[in-house]
T-cell receptor, first 114, second 111 residues
Framework: AQKITQTQPGMFVQEKEAVTLDCTYDTSDQSYGLFWYKQPSSGEMIFLIYQGSYDEQNATEGRYSLNFQKARKSANLVISASQLGDSAMYFCAMRVQAGTALIFGKGTTLSVSS | SQTIHQWPATLVQPVGSPLSLECTVEGTSNPNLYWYRQAAGRGLQLLFYSVGIGQISSEVPQNLSASRPQDRQFILSSKKLLLSDSGFYLC??????????FGSGTRLTVV
């Protein structure tokens, strides 16, 4: 069965520091995609970054990078130079076939302090 | 460009009352559509998904139902709400070569 595990209920970081949010996944499929979303207190789901299972390089989008370790089945999100506006809940999600539903982890609440 | 509309934004309903949440997508055709529910401080649970008009798959047995009367319209319904139906409901769509886009959500409180 497909599953996403986020083991950090909450993380605390100071402004300008880097932070890593952990995500491990479980699937027997060879083709899959991994996503990270940010959910601020407003509730909207903001897409951050995507990594395909066949992508050889780690995905990067501005201050966000995805540390993809296929053998370990991990897809950690790295946020560099944290900002106060990064305070939110972060979800890791997986799609095992194109067009199928995303499976979500339970999320990690990130708090950035000045 | 593609947009997704979800309404209402907030809803307070008494136990036993009916429910209808609507979601519409613009700017694309034949999207896959999804309903998720998020309990307070928790992850997203997939409730229903649809790959076409009239095609609904249910992931979690409950007193909720979904319908897709038109290609870009997805409706979540209940005949009688329970307290446990309270939560944040998110509609989303996806299509080939596109990622997943979420609506702004509906906060439902059953009292």
């Amino acid at each position: 069965a497909q599953k996403i595990t986020q083991t950090q209920p909450g993380m605390f970081v100071q402004e300008k520091e880097a932070v890593t949010l952990d995500c491990t996944y479980d699937t027997s499929d060879q083709s899959y995609g991994l996503f990270w979303y940010k959910q601020p207190s407003s509730g909207e789901m903001i897409f951050l970054i995507y990594q395909g299972s066949y992508d050889e390089q780690n995905a990067t989008e501005g201050r966000y990078s995805l540390n993809f370790q296929k053998a370990r089945k991990s897809a950690n999100l790295v946020i560099s130079a944290s900002q106060l506006g990064d305070s939110a809940m972060y979800f890791c999600a997986m799609r095992v076939q194109a067009g199928t539903a995303l499976i979500f982890g339970k999320g990690t609440t990130l708090s950035v302090s000045s | 460009s593609q947009t997704i509309h979800q309404w209402p934004a907030t809803l307070v309903q008494p136990v036993g009352s009916p429910l209808s949440l609507e979601c519409t997508v613009e700017g694309t055709s034949n999207p896959n559509l999804y309903w998720y529910r998020q309990a307070a401080g928790r992850g997203l649970q997939l409730l229903f998904y649809s790959v076409g008009i009239g095609q609904i798959s249910s992931e979690v047995p409950q007193n909720l139902s979904a319908s897709r009367p038109q290609d870009r319209q997805f409706i979540l319904s209940s005949k009688k709400l329970l307290l446990s139906d309270s939560g944040f409901y998110l509609c989303a769509w996806s299509a080939r070569f596109y990622g997943y886009t979420f609506g702004s959500g509906t906060r439902l409180t059953v009292v």
